[in-house]
């Protein structure tokens, strides 16, 4: 079980960098905003804060997903750890949901990625407490 559960911290933590990645794209206009966020972005003004928030979560849930795999020294306690991340599980979850009901194809694609993103926390959550850390 140990083998899962590092494969989907490690496998989730890259698709998260990627995800930054993608939302610099957005930023620095390389892929235009009008795809993204469900067609509801009319300015550049509204597109760098979402996309300004949308890192800083993406980071924040890095940071908690370094912590629950061991990877750092600095750690909230576990149930914070767990509660935070069963929080996002319900976020994917629902945003699973909004993409599949999303105005662009592009964004529809996304479902996948929030889907995958929702198995790999669920993963990660059912992971059973080991003594050794």
């Not at 990627?18 to 993204?36: G, N």
């Not at 767990?82 to 662009?104: E, S």
Request: aromatic share 18%; proline share 2%; charged share 10%.
């Amino acid at each position: 079980m140990n083998f899962i559960f590092n494969n989907a911290v490690k496998i989730l933590l890259g698709l998260l960098f990627a995800v930054i990645l993608f939302h610099l794209c957005i930023i620095t206009k390389t892929i235009p905003y009008d795809i993204t966020w469900g067609g509801r972005l009319h300015s550049d003004t509204e597109m760098y804060v979402f996309e300004a928030i949308s890192i800083l979560i993406n980071l924040f849930l890095s940071w908690i997903l370094l912590m629950k795999g061991y990877l750092v020294k600095y750690k909230f306690p576990n149930q914070i750890v767990n509660i935070i991340l069963w929080i996002f599980f319900a976020i994917f979850i629902l945003n699973t949901i909004g993409n599949i009901f999303a105005k662009t194809v592009f964004e529809k694609l996304f479902a996948f990625l929030t889907g995958f993103f929702s198995i790999l926390l669920w993963i990660i959550l059912m992971k059973k407490k080991t003594t050794n850390h």
